[in-house]
């Protein structure tokens, strides 16, 4: 990223909003309305974003930035993520308060402290947010990640000093009992 050492995703534009430069942005904050207060946004690429007017709009907030006047200066900027420098926002001093951009690089270790390997992202597809982890290698072979629930049953603890979290994944479930036998009949 251009001019940001220690990134933290903020927001993602969406579409136009009208014909005068406005955009539905999807605010990551857990007060939406609180994007502006966090100054300058930043893409991956440095531009500069700051907002002049923000306002709620169901599960969006319609957003018009400083210079784009028009939809179809905006158009362009369609899924493009917004972000800030980490030392932007604030300290929590309550210790099961975090960024999410936090466990990024975190090594996930078993309930023993063997190394499972790194958590790579933590998205939200919708019904939660999930540790995207990528696995060790394996005897010389890469891996694919894989995705576990990021709830406190799963991931029960953090230890934000050494970079690790341990975690617990759920035990599988196999097929239905009425898949595995036979019609009787």
Do not use: C
């Not at 007060?31 to 709009?57: N, Q």
């Amino acid at each position: 990223m251009a001019n940001l050492k220690n990134p933290v995703l903020m927001a993602q534009i969406g579409a136009p909003h009208g014909i005068k430069g406005e955009v539905r942005v999807k605010s990551f904050t857990s007060d939406p309305m609180a994007l502006a207060d966090y100054g300058p946004l930043f893409s991956h690429d440095g531009r500069k974003f700051e907002i002049s007017s923000l306002r709620p709009a169901k599960t969006v907030l319609v957003v018009r930035f400083k210079g784009l006047n028009w939809r179809d200066e905006v158009e362009k900027l369609n899924r493009l993520e917004l972000f800030v420098e980490r030392e932007k926002l604030p300290d929590d001093s309550d210790e099961d308060a975090f960024y999410i951009a936090d466990l990024v690089g975190m090594d996930a270790l078993n309930e023993q402290g063997e190394k499972l390997g790194t958590v790579i992202d933590v998205p939200n597809f919708g019904a939660g947010d999930m540790l995207e982890i990528k696995p060790a290698k394996v005897e010389g072979k890469a891996a694919q990640s894989y995705y576990l629930p990021f709830t406190r049953a799963v991931a029960p603890s953090i230890d934000f000093a050494n970079k690790t979290l341990t975690v617990i994944p759920p035990v599988e479930i196999s097929g239905r009992p009425e898949n595995n036998e036979k019609d009787k009949s």
